[in-house]
């Protein structure tokens, strides 16, 4: 049976608010250096965000598929990783979401 919304568990609704700071974390840290899904999903490991790889993946999928990730593969030892690094669309979709941000921070934390 479906879950209704008065039905949702906190985790859910948790997901829900933090998807899109989970994606300009993502966003964020692949204009900074490139990135691997292992290492992405520790990296929000230690800001709170709990994200499975079933989630992740599809997240930087989802990226790429919009434009604004792209994808190499890389040799690490014996196996292939993929890494993702921003684009150019990326970078730009950044800096305007950082003025969003700088707006809602100052609404939340400072009560402007």
Do not use: C, W
């Not at 700071?21 to 230690?46: D, N, T």
């Not at 970078?91 to 809602?104: D, G, I, S």
């Amino acid at each position: 049976m479906a879950k209704t919304k008065s039905d949702r568990n906190d985790s859910d609704v948790d997901r829900d608010l933090y998807s899109g700071l989970i994606r300009l974390h993502v966003l964020h840290h692949a204009a900074e250096e490139p990135i691997f899904g292992l290492g992405m999903a520790e990296e929000l490991a230690r800001h709170g965000y709990r994200i499975s790889p079933g989630t992740l993946y599809p997240l930087l999928h989802s990226l790429e598929k919009k434009g604004y990730l792209r994808s190499t593969q890389q040799r690490n030892g014996k196996s292939i990783r993929t890494v993702y690094r921003a684009t150019p669309m990326g970078r730009r979709a950044l800096a305007a979401a950082r003025n969003k941000v700088k707006e809602l921070f100052r609404e939340l934390i400072e009560g402007h």
